[in-house]
């Protein structure tokens, strides 16, 4: 007799959805978590700590009210880091408070310690001060999650050096600051210090700001972002780094170009949370950087050990980790279903951007024939009453069924808008629903109906000759 039908390792936003899951099903759960405190990356590193502190540094920035009402209000550089991090620490404080009335409200035990395995189904769980316990287990969801891998260049002891969970410690609000490393997490902080009015330059090996994004899009955010005052270096590794004390650092790239700068963030990618979990001694085998490998259900090679979330690698979201988990443990405890086959990507960077389905680049690759129809916030009553002068919305229809495969956003509010787009894609509907659908005016979301117009009117036939829009 087991103790447990199901012990999570990890109470992020993969191990809380699990747990909740299995005891909505009337499973006894136990959540392990190392830390003091709940949530994971998601809560107190990663997702909702970079996103308030973008809100506090659009508002700090005035930022928003930037062009309106003709006036130009200039950046409060008295910004303090208190200031930045007020609203921070509040934040995260309710969402840890949330997640354990949430857990404790579906009556999961959570266990503070370390977890690791000592046999495929008996987890240790070592806490200082306290003895050693052991749990059994029907079922084990690992989902312990990441950190930032570290590359051996850079000091991070250094005060002046940080990875992406440091850069929440800051002793005060930096100078100047490179950012290695244009992934979401380079991009979303380069626009966040830009923002304040702190110079920004960006590093990054590909020549390609967010290379899954659709072209046109990727495109327009690097305008944005050069906008804000970053300065872009992609294409570029960083390939020395000097350090003199009282002196700026000196970071040379590849080219030979040499920056100076007061801080550093490094935000090159993540490691999965694997060393010293045991896996490999149970037989579940690990990949690069240690990640989990599992198959469509997300069972390791033990089939009763199930992993989701960062540990097992791309896209690495809250968002999708939650729903692998849901996933997971439907399918441990009889009532398997599959994972939405359309996943989006909300990016906050300022502006931000966000899409669903296809690109431009992958309908093309496919040689699936497709219509764009776009529409400018500019042009948007709602966009002209906030100012909104860059953003855009694009759908990709199917030219012929006019089914839509894409949606693509940026602007204000962009992560909220895709979801018109997104709930259109899961459903299968296509330009038809945006024309029979009446939008609340003046909204930005009417822009779906826009460029919903702007896509048929490349249909009528007196524009049969035109190539189908591909520019912007
Ligand atoms: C700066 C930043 C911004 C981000 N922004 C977004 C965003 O805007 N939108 C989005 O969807 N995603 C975002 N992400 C990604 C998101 O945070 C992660 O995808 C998500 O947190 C992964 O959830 P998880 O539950 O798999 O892991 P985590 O949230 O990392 O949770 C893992 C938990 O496991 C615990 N643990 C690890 N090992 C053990 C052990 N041996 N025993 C017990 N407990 C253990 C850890 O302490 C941790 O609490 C961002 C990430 C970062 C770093
Ligand atoms: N809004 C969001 O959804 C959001 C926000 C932040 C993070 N995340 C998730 O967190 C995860 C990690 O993000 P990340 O940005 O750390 O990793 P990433 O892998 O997305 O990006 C790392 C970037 O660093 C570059 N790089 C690597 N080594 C380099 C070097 N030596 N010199 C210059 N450039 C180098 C890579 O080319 C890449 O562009 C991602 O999976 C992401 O989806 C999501």
Redesign the pocket.
Known sequence: MVDVDLLV????????SGAVQAARMGKRVVV????PV??????????L???TLRETALYLSGYRARGLYGVERSLRHEATVSDFLYRERRVKDVERLRIGQNLQRHGVTVIQ????LVDAHTVRIRQEGHPERLLTASYLLV????S?YRPPLYPFGDDRVHD??EVLELAELPHSIVVVGAG??GC??ACMFAALGIPVTLVDGRKELLPFLDDEFSTLLGQRMAALGIQMRLGFTVEDLQMTPGAPLRLTLSGGEVLETHQVLVASG?SA?TA??GLEDVGVTLGTRGLVEVNATYQTSQPHIYA????IGFP??????MEQ?RVAVLHAFGMPRGLSPILPY???TIPEVSMAGETEESLRAKGTPYVAGRAAFATNPRGQIIGEQHGRLKLLFHRESLKLLGVHVLGEQASELVHVGLTALVAGAGAQLFMETCFNYPTLSEAYKTATHNALHQLEPRDQAAPVSTGT
Request: glycine share 18%; proline share 5%.
């Open positions: 390792i990890g109470s992020g936003p993969a191990g809380e392990v978590e190392k830390e709940l949530g994971g990356t998601a809560a107190n590193t990663g997702t700590p970079s996103k310690g370390t977890a690791s989902a312990t999650g990441s930032p992406s969970d979401v997490i979303e902080y993540r949370n010293g979990l989701v979330g960062d540990v690495a979201l809250a968002s999708t980790s988990a909300g990016i906050y």
